[in-house]
């Protein structure tokens, strides 16, 4: 069974540029996450899709983060402007999404360096 | 904030059982104990995960005290490819009882030849 896929895997911009990076989870799950892990800490949920329909977006900073996931499979997630405290690995995972005992499966990451 | 306390790092020797703690002493009953692992540069892998009743897998077993404020995680013969940070995570139930995850810092393990 082929895991979450992500591209790009590393991704290098200057301050105040536009990124976009992409997910395709695992085939049939439901829900898919994306996540920040900045250097030295665990990773920090951003937003959560039930289908392509948001969950939990309480994390993400929406005035320069914004993610669709428009057919409920594959996903997008863009800055725009990129702030340095931008730097960080972004984590895309998927789960089946029942409600009880559900795992999550993570993709390798993008990391991105904002210079 | 994560509701998990771990030591920060621990050591083992190779092929010796690697034991890593973990308190979730406000524990809901309905919440789970979750372990994932990540190696460097790679994204965080499940491990196993349980309610209230121990749990093994090929990967590792899952001991929960009986009072569930605590558990351990067993890696039962550890090699050089265990080296991670083992994160201990208590899902939570989120607005719409989907779940999300609340990493903390975890523990890294330095398995030693």
């Known amino acids: 069974e082929a895991g979450v896929a992500q591209s790009p895997r590393y991704k290098i911009i200057e301050k105040r540029q536009s990124v976009a990076f992409w997910c395709n989870p695992i085939?049939?799950?439901?829900?898919l996450y994306w996540y920040q892990q900045i250097l030295g800490q665990g990773p920090k949920l951003l937003i959560q899709?039930?289908?392509?329909?948001?969950?939990?977006d309480s994390q993400l900073p929406k005035d320069r983060f914004s993610a669709e996931r428009l057919k409920g499979v594959d996903s997008t997630l863009k800055i725009q402007p990129a702030k340095l405290e931008d730097s960080a690995v972004y984590l895309c995972?998927?789960?089946?999404?029942?409600?009880?005992?559900?795992?999550?499966?993570f993709g390798p990451g993008t990391r991105l360096l904002v210079l | 904030d994560a509701k998990t306390t771990q030591p920060t790092s621990m050591d083992c020797a190779e092929g010796r059982a690697a034991n890593l703690p973990c308190n979730h002493s406000t524990i809901s009953g309905n919440e789970y104990v979750y372990w994932y692992r990540q190696i460097h540069s790679q994204g965080p892998q499940y491990i196993i995960h349980g309610l209230k009743n121990n749990e093994t897998n090929e990967m590792a077993s899952l001991i929960i005290t009986e009072d569930r404020k605590s558990s351990t995680l067993i890696l039962p013969h550890a090699t050089l490819r265990d080296t991670a940070v083992y994160y201990c995570?208590?899902?939570?139930?989120?607005?719409?009882?989907?779940?999300?995850?609340?990493f903390g810092q975890g523990t890294t393990l330095q398995v030693k030849p």
């Open positions: 995972a998927s789960s089946l999404g029942l409600p009880i005992g559900e795992t999550q499966y």
């Open positions: 085939s049939g799950h439901a829900t």
């Open positions: 899709f039930q289908n392509n329909g948001v969950v939990d």
């Open positions: 995570i208590v899902r939570v139930i989120g607005s719409s009882n989907t779940g999300k995850l609340i």
